[in-house]
T-cell receptor, first 113, second 112 residues
C-alpha cells in the first residue's frame, strides 16, 4: 500500500535556487494538499486542489506554485528559495470533504542556506 | 495567532499515569480531528468527532468534543511508552470544509 509518496526526503538548497517537491497518491483521491510544518507552529496549508486542473491558495502560498495535471500527482514548486522556506513539507490527500480521513506522506525536509 | 490553541505544549509523564491534552478555539468547527505524529513521519489520524458533546473511545484514548463545538480534549489512561509522540488537533470550519486548521501540537513523552 503506497498511499501518498513524496520525494525527495531531504534536500539542501542554496538561496535563490528552485526545486520541485514531487507528490503522488494511488488512492484515486480528488483532494490533495501541501502543508509545511515549523516547530511549535503546527501545520500550515500552502496550496490545495479539489481535482485535476483545479488548484487554490491556502494560508501561506507566497513563494510556492503548484499544478494538478492528473488526479495522482500534485507537485509543489519553490521558486527563488529563501531561508524562510526551511521547513518540513507534507503532501496529503483525501477522498472528499470534512470528516474524512486525510492521508499524509512521510514528509520532505528542506533546508535553504 | 493560532486558530486552535493546544495545551500544554509539552507533557512528560511516567508510564501508568493518566494525561489530558486540550484543544480550544473561539471558532465553531463542523468537525474536529486528532492526529498523532511520530518523528520522521507524517501525522496519522486517530479520530474524527462531529457532534457537539460527542465522546469517542479508542482503547485507552478518550476523545471529547465540546457542546459548543469550539473545544476538544484527549485523555489517555495508563499511558505507555508507545503513546509517545506529537498530538495534533485539527478542525474544519463551517465555511471552509476543505481547509483543515491545525493546532501547534502537544509533545507527549511517556517514560518507562
Amino acid at each position: 500500500n503506497a498511499g501518498v509518496t513524496q520525494t525527495p526526503k531531504f534536500r539542501i538548497l542554496k538561496i535563490g535556487q528552485s526545486m520541485t517537491l514531487q507528490c503522488t497518491q494511488d488512492m484515486n483521491h480528488n483532494y490533495m494538499y501541501w502543508y509545511r510544518q515549523d516547530p511549535g507552529m503546527g501545520l500550515k496549508l500552502i496550496y490545495y486542489s479539489v481535482g485535476a486542473g483545479i488548484t487554490d491558495k491556502g494560508e501561506v502560498p507566497n513563494g510556492y506554485n503548484v499544478s494538478r495535471s492528473t488526479t495522482e500527482d500534485f507537485p509543489l514548486r519553490l521558486e527563488l528559495a529563501a531561508p524562510s522556506q526551511t521547513s518540513v513539507y507534507f503532501c496529503a490527500s483525501s477522498r472528499d470533504l470534512s470528516g474524512n480521513t486525510i492521508y499524509f506522506g512521510e514528509g520532505s525536509w528542506l533546508t535553504v542556506v | 495567532t493560532q486558530l486552535l490553541e493546544q495545551s500544554p505544549q509539552f507533557l512528560s509523564i511516567q508510564e501508568g499515569e493518566n494525561l489530558t491534552v486540550y484543544c480550544n478555539s473561539s471558532s465553531v468547527f463542523s468537525s474536529l480531528q486528532w492526529y498523532r505524529q511520530e518523528p520522521g513521519e507524517g501525522p496519522v489520524l486517530l479520530v474524527t468527532v462531529v457532534t457537539g458533546g460527542e465522546v469517542k473511545k479508542l482503547k485507552r484514548l478518550t476523545f471529547q468534543f465540546g457542546d459548543a463545538r469550539k473545544d476538544s480534549s484527549l485523555h489517555i489512561t495508563a499511558a505507555q511508552p508507545g503513546d509517545t509522540g506529537l498530538y495534533l488537533c485539527a478542525g474544519f470550519l463551517w465555511s471552509n470544509d476543505y481547509k483543515l486548521s491545525f493546532g501547534a501540537g502537544t509533545t507527549v513523552t511517556v517514560r518507562a
